[in-house]
């Protein structure tokens, strides 16, 4: 069987990022009328975020380099799209809950395009969130990184491939529920 060491290195690399983003915020979450929360212990009750349902805003590029095609355009429209998880309800989501979902972005007008209109997003906490678009290969991935403001998530993308990449911020807001 003939194994790319490269691309195994890369699956590591994802799987130890994401293993990283949901350790940190693995704080557990304690249902309401839990004996801890009675005991005015709230200070350990962390809420996460339900990201389910669909996103729209756009993502601006700040900055790219050596990429397949040079940008044609520094902002283009966004949509993603999360999935519910599973059986999760209240008492069981919690900061690592991840959602499955799609993604319509146009990067090629930013010099590169995704192999899959894939992605998975979480919840770090009820502050942030953080997703991968593109999750299934070994390079090649966006990463976004955004802190919720009301129905609104702002922050940073970041796209690395090799020799190059492409980064910049973003804006989206929840259009629907579900």
């Given at each position: 069987?003939n194994h790319d060491?490269?691309?195994?290195i890369?699956?590591?690399?994802v799987?130890a990022?994401?293993?990283?983003?949901?350790?940190?915020?693995?704080?557990?979450?304690?249902?309401?009328?839990?004996?801890?929360a009675?005991?005015?212990?709230?200070?350990?009750?962390?809420?996460?975020?339900?990201?389910?349902g669909?996103?729209?805003?756009?993502?601006?590029?700040?900055?790219?380099?050596?990429?397949p095609?040079?940008?044609?355009?520094?902002?283009?429209?966004?949509?993603?799209?999360?999935?519910?998880?599973?059986?999760?309800?209240?008492?069981t989501?919690?900061?690592?809950?991840?959602h499955?979902?799609?993604?319509?972005?146009?990067?090629?007008?930013?010099?590169?395009?995704?192999?899959?209109?894939?992605?998975?997003?979480?919840?770090?906490?009820?502050?942030?969130?953080?997703?991968?678009?593109?999750?299934?290969?070994?390079?090649?991935?966006?990463?976004?990184?955004?802190?919720?403001?009301?129905?609104?998530?702002?922050?940073?993308?970041?796209?690395?491939?090799?020799?190059?990449?492409?980064?910049?911020?973003?804006?989206?807001?929840?259009t629907s529920?579900?």
């Amino acid at each position: 069987m003939n194994h790319d060491p490269r691309r195994l290195i890369n699956r590591l690399l994802v799987t130890a990022i994401l293993s990283a983003s949901l350790h940190r915020s693995s704080v557990a979450q304690i249902p309401p009328d839990s004996s801890a929360a009675t005991r005015g212990n709230a200070s350990t009750i962390v809420a996460a975020r339900d990201i389910s349902g669909t996103w729209e805003g756009t993502f601006k590029l700040d900055s790219a380099w050596q990429l397949p095609e040079r940008a044609s355009a520094r902002s283009v429209a966004a949509r993603l799209r999360f999935g519910p998880v599973g059986d999760a309800t209240p008492t069981t989501s919690s900061a690592r809950s991840v959602h499955a979902g799609t993604f319509e972005i146009d990067f090629s007008r930013f010099g590169f395009t995704l192999s899959t209109r894939e992605s998975l997003g979480w919840s770090v906490g009820a502050d942030s969130m953080h997703a991968m678009l593109n999750p299934t290969v070994g390079h090649g991935q966006v990463e976004i990184h955004g802190a919720f403001r009301g129905d609104a998530v702002s922050g940073t993308w970041r796209y690395a491939t090799d020799p190059g990449g492409a980064r910049g911020t973003f804006e989206i807001r929840k259009t629907s529920p579900r």
